[in-house]
């Protein structure tokens, strides 16, 4: 019976951090940044999602993965270094109105506490969609974040809708 309850803690545990994202993001690569005998390496781990609100806009992040014990496990405690970049990749096209703010994607970074969020705004006048990430944590908040714009251009023949018209004021 313990061995049980402990197997669905390990897989609760190695699960978690991918758990309550939106959209699973495609994990593009790791890379190694310390090397760990006998267990997982630290890495940074490079992601792309697609907005799943705007077609024809694709964000590619990157978050620190801890190797060790704890990372091995799945209950290291994550650093909040993010690192995000956004592009238009083919037409864009709005599928709802959203308002400033609004959360893109999320996933956990540790079994309870810390969070990472992409979050989506417009900027009216440049016509621009505006992406933040961010890592917050129950206790300390949030200081590291990064941001990437997408200006709403013309794709072939296609103009581009204004951001501002998709905007729920």
């Known amino acids: 019976m313990l061995r049980k309850i402990m197997g669905a803690?390990?897989?609760?545990a190695v699960t978690a951090p991918m758990a309550f994202a939106a959209d699973s993001p495609e994990l593009i690569f790791k890379k190694s940044t310390v090397w760990k005998f006998l267990t997982p390496d630290h890495k940074l781990a490079t992601y792309a999602i697609d907005d799943p609100l705007v077609d024809g806009v694709a964000c590619h992040f990157t978050v620190p993965e801890k190797g060790g014990i704890s990372g091995m496990f799945g209950v290291a405690e994550e650093t909040s270094d993010v690192s995000l970049a956004c592009r238009q990749v083919g037409p864009i096209k709005f599928k709802e109105k959203f308002e400033q703010g609004d959360e893109m994607f999320r996933t956990r970074r540790s079994l309870v506490f810390k969070k990472t969020r992409i979050v989506r705004g417009c900027d009216e006048k440049r016509n621009t969609l505006v992406y933040l990430i961010y890592s917050d944590k129950l206790i300390e908040g949030s200081p590291k974040n990064s941001t990437s714009t997408v200006p709403v251009m013309?794709?072939?023949?296609?103009?581009?809708?204004?951001?501002?018209?998709?905007?729920?004021k």
């Not at 103009?159 to 729920?168: H, K």
């Open 9 to 12: 803690v390990l897989a609760m």
């Open 154 to 168: 013309p794709w072939g023949t296609q103009e581009g809708p204004r951001c501002g018209d998709w905007l729920d």
